[in-house]
Protein backbone atom coordinates (compact mmCIF):
# COMPACT_ATOMS: atom_id res chain seq x y z
CA UNK A 1 0.00 0.00 0.00
CA UNK A 2 1.43 3.26 -0.59
CA UNK A 3 1.90 5.72 2.59
CA UNK A 4 1.26 9.03 3.25
CA UNK A 5 4.27 10.77 5.54
CA UNK A 6 2.60 13.60 7.60
CA UNK A 7 3.61 17.10 7.37
CA UNK A 8 4.01 17.91 10.81
CA UNK A 9 4.77 21.72 11.67
CA UNK A 10 8.45 21.82 10.12
CA UNK A 11 7.42 20.96 7.15
CA UNK A 12 3.95 23.49 6.70
CA UNK A 13 3.92 24.54 3.27
CA UNK A 14 2.10 27.61 4.64
CA UNK A 15 -0.47 27.32 1.66
CA UNK A 16 -3.55 25.38 0.92
CA UNK A 17 -2.18 22.35 -1.57
CA UNK A 18 -5.48 20.06 -1.04
CA UNK A 19 -5.93 20.12 -4.57
CA UNK A 20 -2.05 20.05 -5.84
CA UNK A 21 -0.96 17.16 -4.20
CA UNK A 22 -2.26 13.96 -4.88
CA UNK A 23 -0.07 11.83 -2.51
CA UNK A 24 3.26 11.34 -1.03
CA UNK A 25 4.95 8.71 0.14
CA UNK A 26 8.86 7.33 0.59
CA UNK A 27 10.08 4.65 -2.13
CA UNK A 28 11.18 2.34 0.95
CA UNK A 29 10.59 1.63 4.84
CA UNK A 30 14.40 1.17 5.09
CA UNK A 31 16.88 2.83 3.42
CA UNK A 32 21.07 2.46 3.63
CA UNK A 33 22.70 5.12 5.91
CA UNK A 34 23.06 7.59 2.92
CA UNK A 35 20.68 7.50 0.36
CA UNK A 36 20.84 10.63 -3.08
CA UNK A 37 19.94 11.52 -6.55
CA UNK A 38 16.51 10.02 -6.89
CA UNK A 39 15.20 9.29 -10.42
CA UNK A 40 11.73 7.97 -11.86
CA UNK A 41 10.27 6.90 -15.18
CA UNK A 42 7.18 5.41 -16.93
CA UNK A 43 7.86 2.03 -18.12
CA UNK A 44 6.01 0.99 -20.88
CA UNK A 45 3.85 -1.18 -18.58
CA UNK A 46 2.46 1.90 -17.20
CA UNK A 47 4.03 1.08 -13.94
CA UNK A 48 6.62 3.36 -12.17
CA UNK A 49 10.22 2.51 -11.59
CA UNK A 50 12.66 4.78 -9.31
CA UNK A 51 16.25 4.27 -9.03
CA UNK A 52 18.87 6.12 -6.47
CA UNK A 53 22.40 5.61 -4.81
CA UNK A 54 22.83 4.19 -1.37
CA UNK A 55 25.43 2.95 1.17
CA UNK A 56 27.26 4.38 3.99
CA UNK A 57 27.80 7.89 2.58
CA UNK A 58 28.54 9.49 -0.56
CA UNK A 59 31.57 8.50 -2.44
CA UNK A 60 32.45 5.27 -0.18
CA UNK A 61 33.11 2.15 -1.96
CA UNK A 62 29.86 0.43 -0.48
CA UNK A 63 27.82 2.89 -2.34
CA UNK A 64 25.31 1.24 -4.83
CA UNK A 65 22.49 1.39 -7.36
CA UNK A 66 18.90 0.80 -6.09
CA UNK A 67 15.88 0.23 -8.03
CA UNK A 68 11.97 0.04 -6.85
CA UNK A 69 9.42 -0.38 -8.95
CA UNK A 70 5.45 0.67 -8.38
CA UNK A 71 2.98 -1.39 -10.07
CA UNK A 72 0.22 1.28 -8.66
CA UNK A 73 -0.02 -1.53 -5.49
CA UNK A 74 3.20 0.36 -3.69
CA UNK A 75 6.98 0.80 -3.80
CA UNK A 76 8.67 -2.89 -4.32
CA UNK A 77 11.33 -4.28 -2.13
CA UNK A 78 14.69 -2.07 -3.12
CA UNK A 79 17.04 -4.46 -5.64
CA UNK A 80 20.72 -3.38 -5.76
CA UNK A 81 21.54 -3.15 -9.69
CA UNK A 82 25.19 -2.69 -9.15
CA UNK A 83 27.56 -2.32 -5.86
CA UNK A 84 30.62 -0.28 -8.50
CA UNK A 85 32.57 -3.13 -7.53
CA UNK A 86 34.64 -0.74 -4.64
CA UNK A 87 34.47 2.45 -6.48
CA UNK A 88 31.15 4.49 -5.66
CA UNK A 89 28.36 4.45 -7.60
CA UNK A 90 26.51 7.68 -8.83
CA UNK A 91 23.52 9.83 -10.39
CA UNK A 92 21.90 7.01 -11.56
CA UNK A 93 18.60 8.50 -14.25
CA UNK A 94 16.03 6.27 -15.68
CA UNK A 95 14.51 6.79 -19.08
CA UNK A 96 11.71 4.59 -21.08
CA UNK A 97 12.14 5.60 -25.02
CA UNK A 98 9.33 4.93 -27.07
CA UNK A 99 11.05 2.10 -28.66
CA UNK A 100 13.43 -0.02 -26.72
CA UNK A 101 13.75 -1.71 -23.20
CA UNK A 102 14.32 0.96 -19.83
CA UNK A 103 17.26 2.41 -19.80
CA UNK A 104 19.61 2.52 -16.69
CA UNK A 105 22.39 5.28 -16.88
CA UNK A 106 24.74 5.73 -14.09
CA UNK A 107 28.39 6.69 -13.20
CA UNK A 108 31.62 4.46 -11.56
CA UNK A 109 34.41 6.19 -9.90
CA UNK A 110 36.28 7.37 -7.00
CA UNK A 111 34.71 10.60 -7.45
CA UNK A 112 32.58 12.87 -9.83
CA UNK A 113 35.75 14.35 -11.10
CA UNK A 114 36.68 11.14 -12.30
CA UNK A 115 33.81 9.13 -13.43
CA UNK A 116 33.02 6.11 -16.01
CA UNK A 117 29.74 5.93 -17.89
CA UNK A 118 27.76 2.71 -17.91
CA UNK A 119 24.23 1.66 -18.83
CA UNK A 120 21.90 -1.43 -18.11
CA UNK A 121 18.72 -2.02 -20.15
CA UNK A 122 15.33 -4.06 -18.96
CA UNK A 123 13.04 -5.68 -20.64
CA UNK A 124 10.40 -6.42 -18.16
CA UNK A 125 9.64 -2.24 -16.83
CA UNK A 126 12.94 -2.74 -14.01
CA UNK A 127 12.29 -5.87 -12.50
CA UNK A 128 15.47 -7.22 -14.24
CA UNK A 129 18.48 -5.48 -15.59
CA UNK A 130 21.28 -6.93 -18.38
CA UNK A 131 24.96 -7.01 -17.52
CA UNK A 132 26.75 -4.03 -16.70
CA UNK A 133 27.50 -2.47 -20.31
CA UNK A 134 30.19 0.78 -20.35
CA UNK A 135 29.29 3.38 -22.76
CA UNK A 136 31.06 4.10 -25.86
CA UNK A 137 35.06 5.43 -25.68
CA UNK A 138 35.95 8.41 -27.64
CA UNK A 139 39.60 10.26 -28.96
CA UNK A 140 38.32 13.62 -27.78
CA UNK A 141 40.28 15.40 -25.42
CA UNK A 142 37.48 17.00 -23.19
CA UNK A 143 36.58 13.42 -22.12
CA UNK A 144 39.99 12.27 -21.22
CA UNK A 145 39.59 12.75 -17.65
CA UNK A 146 36.74 10.29 -17.88
CA UNK A 147 38.64 7.52 -18.72
CA UNK A 148 38.39 8.80 -22.58
CA UNK A 149 34.45 7.35 -22.38
CA UNK A 150 30.84 9.46 -23.10
CA UNK A 151 29.53 9.74 -19.48
CA UNK A 152 25.79 9.86 -20.41
CA UNK A 153 23.02 11.97 -19.15
CA UNK A 154 24.62 13.31 -15.94
CA UNK A 155 22.00 13.79 -13.43
CA UNK A 156 18.17 14.39 -15.48
CA UNK A 157 16.25 12.87 -18.01
CA UNK A 158 17.23 12.52 -21.68
CA UNK A 159 15.21 14.32 -24.20
CA UNK A 160 14.04 11.99 -27.23
CA UNK A 161 13.55 13.79 -30.28
CA UNK A 162 11.07 13.16 -33.33
CA UNK A 163 13.44 11.39 -34.61
CA UNK A 164 13.96 9.12 -31.98
CA UNK A 165 17.75 10.22 -30.85
CA UNK A 166 18.21 11.01 -27.47
CA UNK A 167 19.61 14.16 -26.64
CA UNK A 168 21.20 13.94 -23.18
CA UNK A 169 22.28 16.93 -20.94
CA UNK A 170 25.67 16.02 -19.24
CA UNK A 171 28.72 18.10 -17.70
CA UNK A 172 32.28 17.35 -16.45
CA UNK A 173 33.95 18.73 -13.20
CA UNK A 174 37.66 17.48 -13.69
CA UNK A 175 38.58 21.04 -15.15
CA UNK A 176 36.23 23.48 -13.81
CA UNK A 177 32.33 22.98 -14.17
CA UNK A 178 31.38 22.94 -18.02
CA UNK A 179 28.18 21.46 -19.78
CA UNK A 180 28.02 19.55 -22.76
CA UNK A 181 25.41 17.28 -24.91
CA UNK A 182 25.40 13.91 -25.97
CA UNK A 183 23.56 12.38 -28.91
CA UNK A 184 21.95 8.58 -28.62
CA UNK A 185 20.79 6.28 -31.54
CA UNK A 186 20.03 3.05 -32.57
CA UNK A 187 19.82 0.86 -29.00
CA UNK A 188 21.17 4.15 -27.06
CA UNK A 189 24.00 2.07 -25.95
CA UNK A 190 26.89 1.95 -28.74
CA UNK A 191 25.74 5.39 -31.24
CA UNK A 192 26.93 8.01 -29.08
CA UNK A 193 27.78 11.71 -30.44
CA UNK A 194 29.56 14.62 -28.76
CA UNK A 195 27.87 18.24 -28.80
CA UNK A 196 30.47 20.92 -27.38
CA UNK A 197 31.27 21.31 -24.61
CA UNK A 198 28.93 24.31 -24.95
CA UNK A 199 29.66 26.54 -21.92
CA UNK A 200 32.91 28.82 -21.68
CA UNK A 201 35.28 27.02 -19.03
CA UNK A 202 34.85 30.37 -16.60
CA UNK A 203 30.68 29.57 -16.27
CA UNK A 204 30.96 27.32 -13.84
CA UNK A 205 27.44 25.17 -14.77
CA UNK A 206 26.74 21.23 -14.31
CA UNK A 207 23.62 19.24 -14.90
CA UNK A 208 21.42 20.45 -17.72
CA UNK A 209 17.56 19.96 -17.57
CA UNK A 210 15.47 20.48 -20.96
CA UNK A 211 12.78 22.51 -21.84
CA UNK A 212 10.73 22.04 -25.16
CA UNK A 213 9.76 25.01 -26.55
CA UNK A 214 8.23 24.57 -29.98
CA UNK A 215 6.33 20.93 -31.20
CA UNK A 216 8.96 19.98 -34.19
CA UNK A 217 11.73 20.29 -30.80
CA UNK A 218 13.85 22.69 -32.72
CA UNK A 219 13.73 25.42 -29.92
CA UNK A 220 14.88 24.23 -26.61
CA UNK A 221 16.21 25.38 -23.24
CA UNK A 222 18.69 24.15 -20.66
CA UNK A 223 18.49 25.35 -17.18
CA UNK A 224 21.63 24.28 -15.56
CA UNK A 225 23.37 24.10 -12.03
CA UNK A 226 25.44 27.13 -11.37
CA UNK A 227 28.50 26.81 -9.40
CA UNK A 228 28.05 30.18 -7.18
CA UNK A 229 25.60 32.44 -6.77
CA UNK A 230 21.99 31.54 -6.44
CA UNK A 231 20.79 31.74 -10.07
CA UNK A 232 21.03 28.44 -12.39
CA UNK A 233 22.14 29.76 -15.66
CA UNK A 234 20.39 29.21 -18.66
CA UNK A 235 20.67 28.98 -22.64
CA UNK A 236 18.28 28.56 -25.71
CA UNK A 237 18.73 26.72 -28.85
CA UNK A 238 16.81 27.35 -31.87
CA UNK A 239 18.58 24.30 -34.22
CA UNK A 240 17.17 21.40 -32.17
CA UNK A 241 20.13 21.89 -29.65
CA UNK A 242 23.42 21.54 -32.24
CA UNK A 243 24.42 25.48 -31.25
CA UNK A 244 23.21 27.16 -28.00
CA UNK A 245 22.59 31.17 -27.40
CA UNK A 246 23.92 33.85 -24.87
CA UNK A 247 23.99 32.77 -20.87
CA UNK A 248 21.97 33.97 -18.63
CA UNK A 249 20.69 34.17 -15.43
CA UNK A 250 17.68 32.09 -14.75
CA UNK A 251 14.55 34.95 -13.78
CA UNK A 252 13.68 33.34 -10.25
CA UNK A 253 14.74 34.24 -7.04
CA UNK A 254 16.04 31.90 -4.00
CA UNK A 255 17.22 28.92 -5.99
CA UNK A 256 20.28 27.28 -4.17
CA UNK A 257 23.36 25.86 -6.32
CA UNK A 258 21.71 22.39 -5.71
CA UNK A 259 20.28 19.93 -8.48
CA UNK A 260 17.30 21.13 -9.92
CA UNK A 261 15.07 19.40 -12.95
CA UNK A 262 12.56 20.62 -15.58
CA UNK A 263 9.41 19.40 -17.71
CA UNK A 264 7.79 20.78 -20.25
CA UNK A 265 4.11 19.66 -20.11
CA UNK A 266 1.80 18.45 -22.74
CA UNK A 267 -0.41 21.83 -22.37
CA UNK A 268 2.68 23.45 -22.62
CA UNK A 269 3.12 24.78 -19.20
CA UNK A 270 7.11 24.27 -17.89
CA UNK A 271 7.63 23.13 -13.86
CA UNK A 272 10.91 23.37 -12.27
CA UNK A 273 11.97 21.79 -9.40
CA UNK A 274 14.69 22.86 -6.84
CA UNK A 275 16.02 23.74 -3.33
CA UNK A 276 15.74 26.96 -1.84
CA UNK A 277 16.50 28.24 1.47
CA UNK A 278 19.33 28.11 4.25
CA UNK A 279 21.36 24.66 3.51
CA UNK A 280 18.58 23.59 0.54
CA UNK A 281 15.85 23.84 3.50
CA UNK A 282 13.03 23.98 1.32
CA UNK A 283 11.71 21.90 -1.92
CA UNK A 284 10.43 24.21 -4.01
CA UNK A 285 8.25 24.39 -7.49
CA UNK A 286 8.11 27.06 -10.14
CA UNK A 287 5.73 27.15 -13.20
CA UNK A 288 6.54 29.80 -16.60
CA UNK A 289 4.22 30.07 -19.76
CA UNK A 290 7.32 30.32 -22.16
CA UNK A 291 10.42 29.25 -20.03
CA UNK A 292 11.95 32.56 -19.35
CA UNK A 293 9.34 34.55 -16.90
CA UNK A 294 9.22 31.93 -13.86
CA UNK A 295 6.92 32.08 -10.72
CA UNK A 296 7.59 30.49 -7.85
CA UNK A 297 4.12 28.79 -7.08
CA UNK A 298 4.83 26.38 -4.23
CA UNK A 299 7.97 27.79 -2.55
CA UNK A 300 7.49 25.39 0.14
CA UNK A 301 6.64 22.26 -1.10
CA UNK A 302 8.50 20.38 1.71
CA UNK A 303 11.07 21.00 4.81
CA UNK A 304 11.78 19.61 7.33
CA UNK A 305 14.03 21.29 10.40
CA UNK A 306 17.30 22.43 8.84
CA UNK A 307 17.75 19.14 6.90
CA UNK A 308 18.18 19.16 2.98
CA UNK A 309 15.69 18.70 0.69
CA UNK A 310 17.49 18.34 -2.89
CA UNK A 311 18.27 16.69 -6.12
CA UNK A 312 14.62 16.19 -7.47
CA UNK A 313 13.82 14.38 -10.76
CA UNK A 314 10.44 15.62 -11.99
CA UNK A 315 8.20 13.76 -15.18
CA UNK A 316 4.36 14.21 -16.43
CA UNK A 317 2.65 10.97 -17.03
CA UNK A 318 0.39 9.35 -19.48
CA UNK A 319 -2.38 10.14 -17.26
CA UNK A 320 -1.13 13.63 -17.08
CA UNK A 321 -0.05 13.78 -13.28
CA UNK A 322 3.65 15.10 -12.18
CA UNK A 323 5.82 13.01 -10.33
CA UNK A 324 8.69 14.20 -8.52
CA UNK A 325 10.89 12.16 -6.71
CA UNK A 326 13.92 13.88 -4.29
CA UNK A 327 16.30 13.31 -1.32
CA UNK A 328 14.20 13.82 1.85
CA UNK A 329 15.66 15.50 5.27
CA UNK A 330 19.07 15.43 4.75
CA UNK A 331 19.53 12.64 1.95
CA UNK A 332 18.11 9.66 4.63
CA UNK A 333 15.05 8.69 2.25
CA UNK A 334 13.84 9.19 -0.80
CA UNK A 335 10.45 10.69 -1.17
CA UNK A 336 8.02 10.62 -4.08
CA UNK A 337 5.05 12.76 -4.74
CA UNK A 338 2.31 13.34 -7.09
CA UNK A 339 1.17 16.30 -8.41
CA UNK A 340 -1.71 17.58 -10.18
CA UNK A 341 -0.63 19.98 -12.88
CA UNK A 342 -4.65 20.94 -13.43
CA UNK A 343 -4.25 23.25 -9.77
CA UNK A 344 -0.75 25.08 -11.36
CA UNK A 345 -2.60 25.78 -14.74
CA UNK A 346 -3.33 29.49 -13.74
CA UNK A 347 0.46 29.54 -12.12
CA UNK A 348 -0.64 30.70 -9.24
CA UNK A 349 -1.64 28.76 -5.68
CA UNK A 350 -3.57 30.25 -2.97
CA UNK A 351 -1.65 33.64 -3.60
CA UNK A 352 0.96 32.50 -3.06
CA UNK A 353 4.41 33.84 -5.65
CA UNK A 354 8.26 33.31 -5.90
CA UNK A 355 9.48 34.65 -2.63
Known amino acids: MLFLVPIG ?3 ARGMETDDVIVSEEFTAEIFRPFV ?5 AET ?3 ELAAAWYGGSYEGDPDVSIYVSVNDGSGWSEPVQVDDGANPACWNPVLFQPSEGPLLLYYKIGYNWKSWEGYVRTSSDGGRTWSERIRL ?3 DDPYLSGYGGGFVGPIKNKPLELPDGTLLYGSSTEDNGWR ?3 ERAR ?5 DFELVGPISPMDMGVIQPAFLVLSPDFMSLRIICRHKSGDHPKT ?4 DGGNTWGPWEDLALSDVSTAGLDAVTLKNGMHLLAYSRGFKRRFLALAVSPDGETWTGVLPRLDSRLLLKMDYPSIIQTTDGMVHLIYSWAGHSKIKHMVINPEALRDGMVSGEGDR
Open 235 to 238: SRSD
Open 44 to 46: KLG
Open 136 to 138: PLT
Open 9 to 11: VEN
Open 179 to 181: VHL
Open 36 to 40: HSATI
Open 186 to 190: GDYVT
